[in-house]
């Protein structure tokens, strides 16, 4: 009888949140349904033919009908930007660790890095296909050069924003600067370095289909390309659509790795 | 029946003279073109509790830290059982406890409290170090508390855990800057009776840096109070009530009179002073 009220509590709780995930769902739901019921609807009403813009069951159909390339495809980027991704993240904390450890070696990397950093990296993509080849090799280098740098920062800020009387207690116990690298400055910079990390799996998607613009006979991009010259327009809608679904598909995988990595930094705001 | 008692000690002498653990003769410190010490002459006997009490730019935390041995004293000498600062804290004869208590969020408490003697001693396994956090942990009056990580832990706790961090490498000296600062009156009041049991259970020398008359007079045995522009000791007062005191100390017609004195002295020390 006197758990009665506590139980209803906790079921009312779980109602409450229920509602409230859904209450925070469903106006993005309900506007993506409306605009493609706007959209179908515009496309037959005004004829619009199929190869500017495609109406969504068309899409759907091209997809099904296609699902076999689609799917071998979407493994190819997938794996692109997966190994891609891994190599910028590792490279990105090597040369964050190389600046921060090394004082003389950061002050010559760090404007170095920068200064690359404003280079159009996408206009890189013709010279790495010439150097590398069309295989594996230019998509993985296209997109270590797009996404290690928010890596590469974001750790950094970390690892230079630790308050300076901690370091004081360190110095006063004699630590040395690799201890203070490792015990301290590493482990207080990963939810900075995580929050990089996020970004530079959005910047992977990203490199990987550049690349296979710039010249591939594979994956997602190339699908987009070829399609287009063959005016199958409904074909590259659907290939877009699996290149966001990767894309979000990469973002959340990093985002789940966050809540391993350091369960104890700060979370951003449920509501 | 209690004034009598304070009385009776009252008439002791002010306070018993034991080896002197700490002393500093004409140190002045020079940092960025500005005087901010002037040569400060300061002992502090061994098992002694001794507050440093002055306006914000006195330079009184710039005079722990040279006690700490994290800046170098532009001139004069620092002696911490004869040996240097810096040998001093290499030996582990000094602890440090800053306003924020600077936990490693990722850690729990008894790791927290154990990770600077980690640092120091090389030497101890993990198991070694988890019972000596845990000892430290208990000695601080957080016994139960650890397993959290610091997000879990009130102000209070948090500094607490500092102070048992701090007391893991068994020091000679506690160097503690405005410890309480971040926190509320009431909290405030019990990390410092806390801490006056502490300094009795362990019999370390303590040297306080505080803003706060009440805690320097309810804690300490000693308060010298700093002046601004340079930042000199501008008057030394010894406070004679007897040990061990607890919170109702500040009921005391002494202690009231002691605020007063003090009050009156801190006053003065907010007037620049020239160079004499």
Not at chain 1, 14 to 38: C, D, E, F, K, M
Not at chain 2, 115 to 132: P, Q, V
Not at chain 2, 244 to 264: G, I, K, M, Y
């Amino acid at each position: 009888m006197s758990d009665q009220p506590i139980t209803n509590r906790s079921e009312s709780r779980l109602a409450s949140s229920w509602s409230a995930a859904t209450s925070s769902w469903l106006p993005a739901v309900i506007l993506l349904l409306a605009t493609i019921v706007v959209w179908e609807a515009a496309v037959r009403i005004f004829a619009i033919s199929a190869f500017i813009i495609p109406a969504p069951t068309e899409i759907a159909k091209s997809l099904v009908a296609q699902w076999g390339t689609l799917m071998q495809a979407t493994l190819v980027t997938a794996g692109e930007i997966l190994f891609g991704f891994l190599v910028s993240v590792v490279v990105g904390i090597a040369i964050a660790l190389v600046i921060v450890r090394f004082d003389w070696l950061g002050r010559a990397l760090y404007p170095l890095v920068v200064l690359f950093q404003n280079v159009p990296k996408v206009a890189l993509a013709p010279i790495f296909i010439l150097w590398f080849g069309y295989g594996l090799a230019p998509k993985i280098g296209l997109i270590l050069v797009i996404a290690f740098f928010p890596v590469t920062l974001s750790m950094l800020a970390g690892m230079q924003s630790v308050d300076r009387s901690l370091l004081s207690l360190m110095n006063s116990v004699g630590a040395s600067p690799t201890q203070i690298l490792f015990r301290i400055r590493v482990p207080h910079s990963l939810p900075n370095l995580m929050a990089g990390t996020k970004i530079a799996a959005t910047l992977s998607v990203i490199g990987a289909i550049v690349g296979e613009f710039a010249g591939a006979s594979d994956g997602l991009g190339y699908v987009i390309q070829f399609a287009s010259t063959q005016l199958d327009t409904a074909l590259v809608f659907a290939a877009l659509l699996l290149v966001s679904v990767l894309g979000i598909a990469f973002y959340y995988a990093a985002e789940i790795l966050e809540r391993i990595v350091v369960p104890w930094a700060p979370k951003f705001s449920q509501a | 029946m209690r004034v009598e008692t304070i009385r009776a000690a009252g008439g002791r002498p002010a306070h018993i003279r034991h080896d002197d653990l700490i002393s500093a003769k004409g140190v002045s410190v020079v940092m960025a073109r500005q005087l901010v010490l002037q040569n400060i002459d300061l002992s502090v006997p061994k098992g002694s509790f001794v507050s440093l009490i002055g306006p914000s730019g006195c330079g009184k935390s710039t005079l722990l830290k040279v006690l700490a041995g994290l800046v170098d004293p532009t001139s004069g000498s620092v002696s911490i059982a004869g040996l240097s600062p810096v040998e001093a804290a290499r030996k582990r004869m000094i602890g440090l406890v800053f306003q924020d208590a600077n936990l490693l969020p990722w850690k729990n408490a008894v790791d927290n409290a154990s990770m600077l003697l980690g640092i120091a001693d090389r030497s101890l396994s993990r198991a070694d170090l988890k019972a000596r956090g845990q000892e430290m942990l208990e000695l601080v009056g957080l016994g139960d508390s650890a397993h959290k990580r610091p997000n879990e832990l009130s102000g209070g706790m948090r500094q607490r855990v500092a102070i048992a961090r701090a007391l893991a490498l068994d020091p000679a000296v506690l160097l503690m800057d405005e410890p309480f600062g971040a926190l509320d009156a009431i909290t405030r009041d019990q990390m410092g009776q806390s801490l006056l049991e502490i300094w009795q259970r362990t019999g370390k020398t303590i040297v306080l840096v505080t803003h706060s008359i009440d805690e320097a007079i309810h804690l300490s045995r000693h308060v010298h109070v700093l002046g601004i522009k340079p930042g000199r000791i501008t008057e030394s007062l010894d406070i004679g009530l007897p040990y061990p005191r607890d919170l109702s100390v500040t009921e005391d017609p002494e202690f009231v009179r002691l605020v007063v004195q003090l009050r009156t002295m801190l006053r003065a020390s907010h007037q620049p002073g020239g160079a004499s």
